[in-house]
């Protein structure tokens, strides 16, 4: 027997996985084509196989556990003190190389996300006062403007790509505004979200391009504040470090862009696919808000999150779940669980009670998600009034998705339309 073998692993049969992974021998891999291409299936196949709490392997056949039960979700999202945020606890840690692509939002940082308690609550309490002070009706204003700046920039085409030219560059434009970075600096900081947030090649390295744009801010905002976000952070008498203001900012503006992005694209795409959302001669189409909902039940951008860590041995929707063990959030998961939603779509409408925003001590924090909708609603809505016959260029099945664990969105949304006039 060797230094690293136990008599339990001297006695088992050959080819058997060591004792700690034996509830991962059937481990569903939360990577490649088929997840990439048809998570909805996924889940209904993991539910059938392995119930609320699924045995997976990240990026690396990392194991961790998926929970897509609704009510097994709420329990993880309820219980801050055992199932906590600091990834400290992993006990996988052993097993993740220095470069791993999802290492940049796992690895601990003093950050309103990685924080529990007091200390949590001290580093929210900042960042939502720094979102109440934005003024929602100069909000929506705003993003109309941008808006039809945008469409201006490709209505007389007659053709666009709605993901590269609307729906990334819109919010972006919008954080530009609301964290007073310069225009310039928007789309470079948008191509490094998205990389880091895709995970694979490159991911490390846009991370740290997206940090370092967020330390030159605060620079700024302390010689010259002014009535953006950053500069409440500055003020706010939490009194955080720059270090934890740096990591703040990332998680802010990273919340407000990439998944913002993909809220925008995904409701786009199922107005143009879903004949519900057709412009009839008998009433017209359903509204821009009900896409919106339904997407944050159906298609919600971001699907999972690896985010908590057990404290101690518990059970969980019937499995065992060790101390240290990572939790990945399935949100979209849960979502769709037949024991909240028993058909698909029963429900959606007007029910605002999906996991889209997460729930608890590390929901999204107030007024985040009111904020999202008015810029999400606001693109939307400029849109299809702008493009009133705008309509896809492809089949809805040549639609492709992004390769990543955590976001769900389109790699492009082509369509045409009839070429508009410009407004400026």
């Not at 941008?146 to 729906?167: H, N, P, Q, V």
């Not at 900081?189 to 990389?195: G, Q, S």
């Not at 694979?200 to 744009?213: K, L, T, V």
Request: aromatic fraction near 6%; hydrophobic fraction near 40%; proline fraction near 8%.
């Amino acid at each position: 027997m060797t230094d690293a073998q136990s008599p339990a692993d001297e006695a088992r049969p050959a080819g058997t996985p060591p004792a700690e992974h034996l509830a991962h021998a059937d481990a569903v891999r939360l990577y490649g084509p088929q997840y990439q291409e048809n998570p909805t299936e996924l889940y209904r196949e993991m539910r059938r196989t392995h119930g609320p709490v699924v045995p997976v392997l990240l990026e690396g056949d990392v194991p961790a556990w998926l929970v897509i039960g609704y009510r097994e979700l709420y329990h993880v999202l309820s219980n801050p003190k055992l199932f906590v945020r600091d990834s400290r606890r992993w006990n996988a840690w052993d097993r993740i190389p220095p470069d791993w692509p999802l290492m940049a939002f796992i690895a601990y940082q003093p950050s309103v996300l990685f924080t529990d308690g007091p200390e949590h609550q001290r580093h929210s309490a900042a960042i939502s006062a720094a979102l109440a002070a934005v003024d929602q009706f100069e909000l929506r204003s705003q993003c109309e403007r941008i808006a039809d700046e945008l469409i201006d920039s490709f209505a007389a085409r007659g053709e666009a790509d709605l993901m590269a030219r609307y729906a990334h560059p819109m919010p972006v434009l919008v954080s530009a505004e609301l964290f007073g970075l310069p225009k310039t600096e928007a789309p470079d900081l948008a191509r490094d979200v998205m990389a880091a947030m895709n995970g694979g090649d490159g991911a490390i390295e846009a991370y740290q391009r997206f940090a370092a744009a967020m330390l030159r801010l605060l620079a700024a905002k302390r010689e010259r504040p002014g009535p953006d976000i950053p500069s409440r952070l500055l003020d706010h008498p939490a009194g955080l470090t720059d270090e934890e203001l740096t990591h703040d900012l990332i998680i802010t503006m990273t919340a407000g862009q990439d998944a913002m992005a993909n809220w925008i694209g995904n409701t786009l795409r199922l107005m143009l696919t879903d004949d519900r959302f057709a412009v009839t001669l008998s009433g017209g189409r359903r509204s821009a808000g009900q896409a919106l909902n339904e997407v944050l039940w159906e298609d919600t951008p971001g699907q999972n999150s690896l985010g908590r860590w057990a404290t101690q041995d518990t059970h969980l929707g019937g499995r065992l779940i060790k101390a240290g063990d990572g939790i990945v959030l399935g949100l979209a998961g849960a979502n769709a669980d037949p024991q909240v939603r028993p058909e698909s779509s029963a429900g959606a409408l007007g029910n605002h009670a999906h996991m889209a925003f997460a729930h608890g001590e590390h929901g999204c924090p107030h007024p985040a998600p009111e904020i999202a909708e008015i810029i999400a609603q606001t693109a939307v809505e400029v849109l299809l009034d702008r493009l009133p016959d705008v309509r896809l260029t492809v089949s809805p099945d040549e639609l492709r998705w992004r390769p990543s664990m955590q976001m769900r969105g389109l790699t492009a949304l082509p369509v045409t339309f009839t070429p508009a006039h410009v407004t400026r």
